[in-house]
């Protein structure tokens, strides 16, 4: 009788104290860069009310709250928390995202059980990360050569399996549908009609993005669904090689197929990392040799870190044209994102890349304002969740990193991270070197 007063008593006084103060978080000071493309907002202050943002606005027009807890964030820049949309989990690359800022994350194929599992492990508590959302394993079609490796992909014949394979995919609760271009034209467009039924964003590689676009596909991942189109535009034979798509195309001539899929608002995510021009990779190396050395990392294997600290070399051929096709695309108003990828080892750093590719880009031509959306809102518009991320706008969940510095004169500086805040939480991003992911990876994932 004892035991059951007191559970009754504990559960009146949570009770009260939720009612008397819900928890209220004041950014106070600073520049504010919201992510909508905005102008930036000087002496800003954000003010956050049960994990969500309540107000925006400079400081002279915004009603302080009596009881908050106040951060200062005079001579520093407020961005919303990062997006990267296409990226493949690992067990050992959770907790880099937070650190660099990165508060969401897509995955676009992964074990569809396991990745599944690592959602609600980070939704429920069980373990701290981003926001995650994910496709399960993608679909691959008839023209897949090798199925070996492939986490478990979905393998469809022909366009029944392809509906089906979205029935399930639906069914076992996942948040976006990757499609791989080895699926049929007929399987892709019942697939987009499936997933739409569902609200399930399609996102993938495609064969060509004319055909894809007239069957309504909104978002387009890397650059060869765009070049074998215009190269078809152009009168001119598609080849085989990828290196050569690159060479082939006009840049003088990209703007009919750029207008065009900028008016059915096509997002792109050419997977950046690999066209980062190497001297910015190199500006970087004594961060990265860092990183790699760092004993709070020891929980990642040293053959993940080995290849991170390799020199890039010289400029991968192509890259010409992946500038032409950044800055043309986001100058005719058309959205690019900033994301990692990393398929198993890799030279990718997680979280880290998305602030040398958000560089990389800048180099390369595109506006810093937009290098900051391209790892904001424009992602989280391809997943499909942007009512609640990628902005600091009102009714949008409380996530920020604050930095030290201007990006949009210099934005090598969203690496001076200062506060990572999640859920309006100020999150402590410090690495744990015991750290080990709750749910383990079966060594038979490849
Ligand atoms: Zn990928």
Redesign the pocket.
Known sequence: VKTLMLTVLVIMLSDVAGVAQESVLVLQGGTLIDGTGGAPIEDAVVVVRGGRISAVGRRAQIQLPAEATVIQTDGQTILPGLVDM???LQPWKIPLYLAHGVTTAGD??ANTAWVIAQRAALEAGVMQGPHLFVSGARVLGPATGNLSGSFGSGFVRNVEEARLYVRYLHAIGVDHVKVDSSITDEQLKAIIDEAWKFGLPVLGHLNDIDYAMSIGMKEM?HLPPFLRSQLVREGKPVPEGRTQLYRDVDPAEFSPLIQQMVEQDVVVDV?LYGWVPPEIWRSARSEIERLANDPGLAFIPDEEKAPWTEDPGEPRAGSETVAEFLTQYVEAGGKITVSS???RTSRIIPGFAQHLIMQGITVMGVPAMAAIQASTLWPAEALGIEEDYGSVEVGKVADFVIIEGNPLTNIATTRNIRTVIQDGNVMDTTYDPNWVNPIRYPASFR
């Open positions: 296409h990226l493949h676009l194929h991942e997977a990828d990393g398929y």
